[in-house]
C-alpha cells in the first residue's frame, strides 16, 4: 500500500489569507484527488488530477499535480471561514481502482 | 440529487454484539467500499467490491465482512464488536472504469459507531 502524507496536519489562520496544503509520496500516481470533509459529513470530491504537471482551478483553489506524477499541492487564495474543514488527497496507482488516503489537513479560518 | 445512504449517523453497540452497518447507493455504481475513519489515520479501506457476490479485503479487513447481495448494497458486519472498532465508517461508490481518470468516489455521510 503507498503512503501519502499530508503537511500541514492542522493549520488555522485569518480569513483574507492565502495557504497551501501539500500531499507526497514516493510512489507515483496514475491519478490525484482531492476531497473536503466538513464535521459530520463524507467527503466530497474537488478535483481529479491526471497529468504530470497539470494545473486545475476551482474558484479560489488551486491545484497542482507535480511533474513526476508523485506529489500534489492544494493552494487557496484568500480564504474564507466557509473553506474550512478537512481537506484529504488520494491518490490511485496503476489500473487499481481502489484510493489510498491521506491522513488530512485540518484548515480552521477564523472570521 | 444522486446520493450513497448510510443507514445510521449513530450508534451504540456493546462489545461481543453482532453489528451490521448498511450502505445504499442510487447510481448504479459497480464499486462500493467501506472505510473507517480514525484521528491521525486518515481513511483506511476495509473492503471492497466491483459487482455483485464479489468482495475482496482492503487493508484492515481483520473482525469485519462484508456482503453485496444487490448492486446497490454493501453491508458491513463487525461479527463481534470491540472496543476498537469504535470509529466513523464511511461508505463509498464509484462508477465502472473509474480508474486512472475517474470521477472519484461519492461518499455518504457516515456512522459513528461507539463500542462500550
Known amino acids: 500500500t503507498q503512503l501519502l502524507e499530508q503537511s500541514p496536519q492542522f493549520l488555522s489562520i485569518q480569513e483574507g489569507e492565502n495557504l497551501t496544503v501539500y500531499c507526497n509520496s514516493s510512489s507515483v500516481f496514475s491519478s490525484l484527488q482531492w476531497y473536503r470533509q466538513e464535521p459530520g459529513e463524507g467527503p466530497v470530491l474537488l478535483v481529479t488530477v491526471v497529468t504530470g504537471g497539470e494545473v486545475k482551478k476551482l474558484k479560489r483553489l488551486t491545484f497542482q499535480f507535480g511533474d513526476a506524477r508523485k506529489d500534489s499541492s492544494l493552494h487557496i487564495t484568500a480564504a474564507q471561514p466557509g473553506d474550512t474543514g478537512l481537506y484529504l488527497c488520494?491518490?490511485?496507482?496503476?489500473?487499481?481502482?481502489?484510493?489510498?488516503f491521506g491522513s488530512g489537513t485540518q484548515l480552521t479560518v477564523l472570521p | 440529487d444522486v446520493k450513497v445512504t448510510q443507514s445510521s449517523r449513530y450508534l451504540v453497540k456493546r462489545t461481543g454484539e453482532k453489528v451490521f452497518l448498511e450502505c445504499v447507493q442510487d447510481?448504479?455504481?459497480?464499486?462500493m467500499f467501506w472505510y473507517r475513519q480514525d484521528p491521525g489515520l486518515g481513511l483506511r479501506l476495509i473492503y471492497f467490491s466491483y459487482d455483485v457476490k464479489m468482495k475482496e479485503k482492503g487493508d484492515i479487513p481483520e473482525g469485519y465482512s462484508v456482503s453485496r447481495e444487490k448492486k446497490e448494497r454493501f453491508s458491513l458486519i463487525l461479527e463481534s464488536a470491540s472496543t476498537n472498532q469504535t470509529s466513523m465508517y464511511l461508505c463509498?461508490?464509484?462508477?465502472?472504469?473509474?480508474?486512472?481518470?475517474?470521477?472519484?468516489?461519492?461518499f455518504g455521510s457516515g456512522t459513528r459507531l461507539t463500542v462500550v
Open positions: 463509498a461508490s464509484s462508477a465502472p472504469g473509474q480508474g486512472p481518470s475517474g470521477y472519484g468516489y461519492t
Open positions: 447510481m448504479d455504481h459497480e464499486n
Open positions: 488520494a491518490a490511485a496507482s496503476g489500473s487499481a481502482r481502489q484510493l489510498t
